[in-house]
């Protein structure tokens, strides 16, 4: 799918270069088939001793040197970066953009017309090759660009697709998730040192309970609810525990905090 392509990283900081990790540790091209462009000198160093690949201070020596261009600058310049490219990318080219909150349609507007773009919305575990990422196709793009573009997702974690519209929701759930699941670690970790144990015990028993339950969950075919149910017997510890985050209405709470970045989402791209 990807063999013989050459990839342009557009931006190599924290995302740019887990996703360089990530497409290397899979092998789907080898280190020679990457470049990445930068404007920080360190930076392009830095991956070129880590990871063996071509850099250049010019995005568009990037661009035209690629068959696929991941833009992976912060949105703010996101508009200086595409109108540095105008005329170097055009419909045999796939654009993969990371930029939260920037459409498919400001990219198309500053690149050439028919030009083949998804756009992703990556989380930060992505970092450690646990990430969750929805994609969307733009209207030029092809079943086959997906594809390829899922096969680099995949190599950082989870891949979904969604439409372009759902991507509001998306950063809602699992863009912003990370952070409620670190409320959830510290809040359980006090719990526990509320009640006697050690700040870095409390904080390991959280945080693997966690991933523990989230891994089990995605290991089978069973729903969340059967699982609860598999470890709740009749007047015992874990429905006592339940009964307590019923009460004080936890999963509303979820709801709501899914719900107010997806607004926060919609407001800040509209
Ligand atoms: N981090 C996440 O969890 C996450 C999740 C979802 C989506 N994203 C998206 O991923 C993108 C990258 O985020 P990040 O956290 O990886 O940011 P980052 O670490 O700041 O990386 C961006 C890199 O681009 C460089 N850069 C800035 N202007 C440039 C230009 N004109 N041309 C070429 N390179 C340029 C920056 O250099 P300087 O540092 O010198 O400016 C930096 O090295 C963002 O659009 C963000 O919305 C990130």
Redesign the pocket.
């Known amino acids: 799918m990807l063999k013989g392509k050459r990839i342009g990283v557009?931006?190599?900081?924290?995302?740019?270069g887990a996703l360089i990790g990530g497409i290397l540790a899979h092998r789907l091209v080898p280190a020679e088939a990457v470049i990445v462009?930068?404007?920080?000198k360190r930076?392009l160093e830095e991956l070129g001793k880590t990871h063996g690949v071509a850099t250049t201070g010019d995005?568009r020596q990037a661009a035209e040197a690629a068959r696929i261009i991941i833009l992976?600058?912060?949105?703010q310049?996101?508009a200086?970066?595409l109108g540095?490219l105008s005329g170097a990318v055009d419909e045999s080219k796939l654009v993969i953009s990371?930029?939260?909150?920037?459409p498919i349609r400001f990219i198309a507007e500053r690149l050439a017309p028919g030009v083949r773009i998804i756009r992703t919305?990556?989380?930060?575990p992505?970092?450690i090759g646990e990430g969750m990422t929805a994609l969307a196709a733009g209207p030029g793009a092809t079943g086959e660009d997906m594809e390829t573009a899922l096969h680099i997702f995949n190599a950082v974690g989870k891949t979904v697709v969604v439409k372009e519209e759902q991507l509001d929701a998306v950063t809602g759930l699992s863009?912003s998730g990370p952070a409620y699941a670190f409320i959830m670690i510290e809040a359980l970790a006090d719990g526990g040192v509320h009640m006697g144990l050690s700040r870095d015990t409390a904080l390991i028993l959280a945080a693997q309970t966690l991933q523990g339950a989230a891994r089990l969950f995605l290991s089978g075919e069973r729903h969340p609810g059967q699982l609860k149910d598999m470890v709740t017997s009749p007047g015992g510890t874990t429905i006592a525990g339940i009964r307590a985050l019923e009460d004080r209405k936890l999963r509303g709470a979820l709801m709501a905090a899914v719900e107010a970045a997806t607004l926060r989402s919609q407001a800040l791209g509209g």
Do not use: Y
């Not at 990371?98 to 920037?102: D, L």
């Not at 919305?121 to 930060?124: F, L, R, S």
């Open positions: 557009i931006g190599g900081g924290k995302m740019g462009a930068d404007v920080d930076q995005n992976a600058v912060k949105p310049n996101m200086e970066v540095g990371i930029a939260a909150g920037i919305m990556p989380n930060t992505a970092l863009g």
